[in-house]
């Protein structure tokens, strides 16, 4: 007597990934995956105990390490993904999400502006500290 496989809900895609799968793509722990579960910001299918993620839970998680990166709490970025699923043809909330990613962008750009500047003054300050070092070093070789 041979075994079926077991039941899969109907509703999972053929493009699926392990808890593993998703840590070691984004080099996260599989405690950070469950935490974001907990928080409500990706939502696996469950077959007996085991997490499946599907290709949107992925994308969030790329969008969760990105906002992550750019300074984003985890509160702003579930209410990115509330305001998205919920702008889908309703005038008002897409007027809505419109505005809150014009100001994200707005934060953004005058980050990239204040990352600029300090480039700038590190790469001054390098530039100053390799001509003391070489003055030093001349002066060490005159003596």
């Known amino acids: 007597m041979t075994k079926s496989p077991p039941a899969q809900p109907a509703d ?20 950070a995956l469950r935490f974001y579960e907990d928080e409500g910001l990706l939502a696996p299918a469950r077959v007996g105990r085991r997490r499946l993620y599907r290709r949107r839970d ?22 990115t993904f509330i305001l998205y699923d919920q702008a889908h043809g309703e005038s008002k909330q897409l007027r809505y999400y419109l505005q809150v990613l014009k100001e994200k962008r707005q934060q953004l750009q005058q980050q990239a502006v204040d990352i600029q500047q300090a ?4 790469e001054q300050s390098y530039q100053r500290c390799q001509e003391l070092l070489e003055q030093q070093e001349t002066s060490a070789s005159e003596k």
């Open 119 to 122: 480039l700038d003054e590190l």
């Open 12 to 31: 999972i895609s053929a493009e699926t990934y392990s808890i593993g799968d998703l840590a070691r793509e984004f080099e996260i722990t599989t405690r």
């Open 58 to 79: 992925r994308d969030r998680l790329k969008l969760i390490m990105r906002g992550k990166r750019l300074g984003f709490t985890l509160a702003e970025i579930r209410e």
